[in-house]
Nanobody, 119 residues
Framework: HVQLVESGGGSVQAGGSQRLSCTYT?????MAWLRQSPGKEREVIAI?????????MYADSVKGRFTISKDNAKNTLYLQMNSLTPEDTGMYYC???????????????WGQGTQVTVS
């Protein structure tokens, strides 16, 4: 299985920016960022798919503010987060799947997560 290690979380003021990174041991077709906010279920917020039919997709809650990117040369996935609000507070997980690139969190393999707190 691919191994995923997130970093870059921390505390940030509302309106600020944060960049999360995730190193992976081997590249897979579909990678995503998931978020679990207090009292809520884990949700997929951004997806990147490589290869044929490549795409980037965002949940409505982060569209226009967050950017997912992947550097296969560095085996690193990023999430650039701008215009952060307290509603963005949560644990952020890097996730991967060889074939599934959808909006359900369940099929993905994810890392240990990194906490982002916006106040």
């Amino acid at each position: 299985h691919v191994q995923l290690v997130e970093s870059g979380g921390g505390s940030v003021q509302a309106g600020g920016s944060q960049r999360l990174s995730c190193t992976y041991t081997s590249s897979v077709t579909c990678m995503a960022w998931l978020r679990q906010s207090p009292g809520k279920e884990r949700e997929v917020i951004a997806i990147t798919k490589d290869g044929d039919g490549a795409f980037l997709m965002y949940a409505d809650s982060v569209k226009g503010r967050f950017t997912i990117s992947k550097d296969n040369a560095k085996n690193t996935l990023y999430l650039q987060m701008n215009s952060l609000t307290p509603e963005d507070t949560g644990m952020y997980y890097c996730a991967a799947h060889q074939f599934y690139c959808g909006w359900s969190a369940g099929p993905y393999l994810w890392g240990q997560g990194t906490q982002v707190t916006v106040s």
